[in-house]
């Protein structure tokens, strides 16, 4: 019998929001409470996420707006840069077990992103990070070994990881129709370097390339189940006690 995960149905939610639920199933797995979760989310308003130990970052963050709503500040439970999040498709993969260092956990997890994009015809392989990787404060601006690039060079996929024990949660930005404008105003840059993927693709048919890759991958099977009622209170109480 293979194992079964979770797959909560895609969601839109505030930054605080997605980061309470991630944190959620990562500590309802480490109890073991909760089985190996998958799930893909997006956010609105459009938010900047900060690594949990980025401390320092432009004052003028805080007045930014996107489509007259004030972009969201918030603070990731991972490491890592900052992630601006418009235009994306979240991952979040929480599971145990896996052996090794952090960077064969990384590329454990990231099978299922690579297979799954290869099966819509793009090619990703690992990026590595330039002497500027520590001073950066732009997660896209470079690229480190758990990170996944095509083969002209472009970041489609930041990822970010976290463990408690053995339970870890790994989660990333996949870079899909970003604002250009948008994007040169935040980092303060005229870089900006779109990915270029194919014309066909969208949303759903990506999310449902990754499942498919996620259950072979992993060897797992999906079964699809909403967040429930006391499940958001749990959550929604957590942040409320955070704040």
């Known amino acids: 019998m293979k194992q079964v995960w979770r797959l909560i149905p895609l969601l839109t939610a505030a930054g605080n929001v997605h980061m309470a639920v991630d944190k959620w199933l990562l500590e309802q797995h480490q109890s073991g409470k909760h089985p190996p979760c998958l799930r893909f989310y997006t956010w609105w308003p459009a938010a900047i996420s900060l690594g949990y130990h980025q401390r320092q970052y432009p004052e003028f963050w805080r007045n930014l707006t996107w489509q007259g709503q004030k972009l969201d500040l918030v603070q990731r439970p991972t490491g890592g840069r900052a992630v601006l999040h418009q235009g994306d ?18 590329a454990k997890i990231c099978e299922f992103l690579i297979q799954g994009w290869r099966s819509l015809g793009v090619e ?3 990026g590595t990070a330039g002497r500027g990787y520590i001073h950066n404060p732009n997660c896209f601006g470079t690229a480190t070994g758990a990170d996944l690039v095509t083969a002209d ?18 989660h990333g930005s996949m870079r899909l129709q970003p604002d ?22 969208n949303q759903e048919i990506i999310i449902n390339a990754l499942i ?13 189940q ?8 749990a959550i929604m109480t957590g942040i409320s006690e955070s704040d």
Request: charged share 15%; glycine share 8%.
């Open 89 to 106: 498709l979240t991952y979040a993969v929480i599971t145990s077990g896996l052996t090794g260092t952090r960077l064969q956990a990384y």
């Open 124 to 126: 990703l392989d690992y």
């Open 153 to 170: 060079g472009c970041k489609l996929i930041g990822s970010a990881q976290l463990r408690r024990g053995e339970a870890i949660l790994q």
């Open 180 to 201: 250009a404008d948008l994007f040169r105003q935040v980092f303060n840059t005229e870089s900006f370097h779109p990915v270029q993927l194919p014309q066909n693709l």
């Open 212 to 224: 498919a890759a996620a259950c072979e991958c992993f060897d797992i099977q999906l079964k699809l």
């Open 226 to 233: 909403p967040l429930t009622e006391g499940e958001w209170q």
